[in-house]
């Protein structure tokens, strides 16, 4: 995971530096107006319409009933992914976005003297609507609301006091499936990009039909729109 970290770090950083080359190199002018409506986004001639990369760490916790399964220090994971976005009105700033993502969640425990740590590693699909606050030619603040799916495609949970490894999405661990809200803002300077977002999980991610466990995320995002 370091070495694919590493180099995803690695293409973010060429695409940014390519990126901004370009910015300088023309400042956009001549048909791609960076100005208004959060940037406009009209590169390509379809105004209104965008796309995006993002990357950054997310901090996570594991809120259940279950003592056992309940994850409430926060653990560090990454997430990436791609994003496309269009303006709902010409009149009006308002963006729906949508995305693929990979993001790791999961939280660490205390139970009975033994720490065990809970690592969910998601594929993750987030709708947002987002308002678009121009503050001058250059920069906008952009808050946002909406939602997110996932679903689970891997991850460990470690008992390091007995020394046992399971898979997380296994039968008395977790489910698959997480769903819930996500609320944040973003901001853009020329066609770099930040957000910090909050999800909070709303799907029972617990297998016991007695007992709810909820993932709850906050993430942190750079990247660059184009």
Known sequence: MKKFLIVAIALLTSVLTMEAQGYQG???????????????????????????????????????????LDGGSTKTGLNFGVFTGMQLSPKAPVFLEGGLMYVEKGGKNLYEGKKITYSLRYLELPIVVKYGIQVNEHFSVQPLAGGYFALGIGGKSKNFADREVVHSFSKHMFKHFDGGLRFGCGVTYDLFYADLTYDLGLANICHDEFDTSHNRSLSLSLGVNF
């Open 26 to 68: 023309n400042n956009y002018r001549g048909g791609r107006d960076f100005s208004m409506y959060a940037n406009r986004y009209d590169r390509f001639g379809r105004e209104g319409v965008y796309m995006g990369l993002r990357l950054g760490p997310s901090f996570t916790t594991v809120d259940s009933d279950d003592k056992a």
